[in-house]
């Protein structure tokens, strides 16, 4: 009784607590890169001034409303009820808890990719158009990471994975996993879609006020569950307590999250003919990497 | 003023004619050197996401109608940047045959159209010095005090 208790209590202070952090690892980010550029930068608590400061402005009538508001209330929603369950799924045994999470990435990906398109505006289809292209190779990439997790560790509990023995086929696997969330946060080289300068703000331009704030906020929200999973999954076996794995995962958060700035900052932009085509050959390669591994090591 | 967006500026770059000498200011004025990002300032691609506008060059007629569109996107609050002399009162093209001679003008006509502007920050110079801009922001942002009163003397026909 006492520990469902702590893990009542731990769900629910993890989640508010990144909740309210997640634009705070932002700033943190661009204050590295001021950094980097010997610069002050901006405070501390800059993304949330940002995001308190769309939700004062007036709320401008866009083409299309309906259907905008709908898919970027459905986005906010998703992002926030897939990190939720992550971290319920990882303190209380769930069963099939993997597959639950890979649906509700898959609707939040949809959900991501589909709202440029109802805009109706050109720019931000072409940005969608450009993302639909590495949202497809990711998202595949990522169904088949799940589905050999789920073979290779026996497992379909998250909260399970800290009690399995780690092989090196499985720390392969967490490796695609990184990628497949680095490039979900939509950083450089694969921002194709936030082509800024070439095509006005990419997916973003028609969103104002208000609206954009929803969609910066549950953004980020959706950028940490990519970095959160990987964390995870790569920690979970060596910690031996999924209480703890969860604690490290929150603890790398930040310095993965500057880990990712700093290698952003190392790449240019890559062309939207060129960034599938070299991600699948990457992924195939590790893919086939993580098979050998498995059936040396079986 | 709204607290909030003394906090957070977003500024969009609205070029209505200008020589572009104003507008090179501008972009150093975002260079790292002078680090307008620690006032909280952001420059975007879309007059949707911006509170204040950066506005060079002394409104042609030709640009005049993309002007007010471009502000009617702006959701308000919305405040307006006159940069260099030209948008603060004409500069060289002061009364001549295709401008309509800066940003107090513009504002009659937004007034006719019902378009309403929360602000307008004056930044003389020609060209403007990325200081006098970060200046105004910090006008804008309620941490300096105004200089000059500005007053525009039509010529007499
Ligand atoms: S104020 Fe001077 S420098 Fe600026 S746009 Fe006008 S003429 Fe060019």
């Known amino acids: 009784m006492s520990l469902d208790f702590i893990n009542a209590g731990l769900v629910l202070s993890s989640i508010t607590t990144l909740l309210f952090i997640v634009p705070i690892l932002d700033s943190i980010e661009r204050k590295v890169k001021a950094a980097i550029h010997s610069r002050i930068g901006p405070p501390i608590l800059q993304t949330w001034y940002d995001i308190r400061k769309l939700f004062a402005k007036k709320l401008s009538v866009i083409p299309n409303p309906f259907h905008v ?230 | 003023m709204s607290e909030y967006i003394k906090k957070s500026i977003w500024v969009f770059h609205l070029n209505t004619g200008s020589c572009n000498a104003c507008d090179i200011e501008i972009l150093d004025a975002l260079t790292p050197y002078f680090d307008a990002e620690r006032l909280g300032v952001k420059l975007v691609v879309s007059p949707r996401h911006a509170d204040a506008l950066l506005l060079t060059g002394p409104i042609t007629y030709e640009s005049l109608p993309k002007v007010i569109r471009a502000i009617e996107a702006v959701p308000r609050p919305r405040f307006i940047l006159a940069l260099g002399s030209c948008a603060v009162g004409g500069g060289i093209w002061h009364d001549t045959y295709s401008t309509i001679g800066g940003v107090p003008e513009l504002l009659k006509i937004l007034k006719n159209r019902g378009i309403e502007v929360d602000g307008v920050y004056y930044v003389p110079g020609c060209p403007i010095r990325p200081e006098a801009l970060i200046y105004a922001v910090g006008i804008l942002k309620g941490i300096l005090q105004k200089k000059v009163k500005m007053r525009v003397r039509k010529a007499i026909a």
């Open chain 1, 69 to 298: 508001v709908f898919f970027l209330f459905l986005y906010m929603m998703l992002s926030i009820m897939s990190i939720t369950y992550f971290i319920t799924a990882v303190l209380v045994p769930m069963w099939n808890s993997i597959m639950v999470l890979i649906i509700l990435i898959t609707i939040l990906q949809t959900t991501f990719i589909v709202l440029p398109f109802v805009t109706s505006n050109p720019f931000a289809i072409i940005g969608a158009t450009r993302e639909v292209l590495l949202v497809l190779v990711n998202e595949i990439v990522f169904f088949i990471a799940m589905a050999l997790l789920i073979f290779f560790s026996g497992e379909t509990y998250l909260s399970s994975l800290p009690y399995i023995h780690p092989t090196p086929a499985y720390l392969i696997l967490a490796a695609i996993l990184f990628i497949v969330g680095y490039v979900s946060c939509g950083r450089q080289p694969f921002d194709i879609a936030e082509a800024e300068p070439e095509i006005a703000s990419g997916i973003l331009v028609e969103l104002t006020g208000p609206l954009l704030g929803v969609f910066v906020y549950a953004n980020l929200v959706r950028r940490a569950l990519f970095k959160l999973i990987p964390v995870y999954v790569l920690i979970a076996p060596f910690t031996g307590s999924n209480m703890y794995a969860l604690i490290t995962s929150l603890i790398i958060l930040p310095i993965l999250w500057v880990i990712y700035a700093g290698l952003a900052a190392l790449f240019g932009r890559s062309r939207v003919d060129i960034a599938p085509v070299s991600l699948l050959k990457l992924y195939s390669i590790l893919f086939s990497i993580t098979i050998i591994l498995y059936l040396v090591f079986k």
